[in-house]
């Protein structure tokens, strides 16, 4: 059997989706800050939200189209 059957390797791989996707939108976000865009707080809040929903959808929308 390949690497790629066991069912713990894909939830690695998974996993690591996820954290490619967080990481490309907080950085999208940090950029924004970069211009002191969306610095009060609820913004922060809102936008940790948001990054972490687009990684999240991001994420099943590479998985459940493969």
């Known amino acids: 059997q ?8 894909k939830v690695f791989l998974f996993f ?18 970069s211009y002191g865009k969306m610095m009060e707080l609820d913004a922060v809040y809102k936008s940790a939200y948001i990054v972490l929903a687009l990684s999240i959808l991001s994420t099943l929308f590479v998985w ?3």
């Not at 390949?2 to 390797?9: A, K, L, N």
Request: charged letters at 5%.
């Open 16 to 33: 690591w989706t996820m954290a490619i996707f967080y990481h490309l939108f907080n950085g999208i976000r940090y950029l924004i800050w």
């Open 64 to 66: 459940l189209s493969v």
């Open 2 to 9: 390949s690497i790629s059957s066991y069912v713990i390797f």
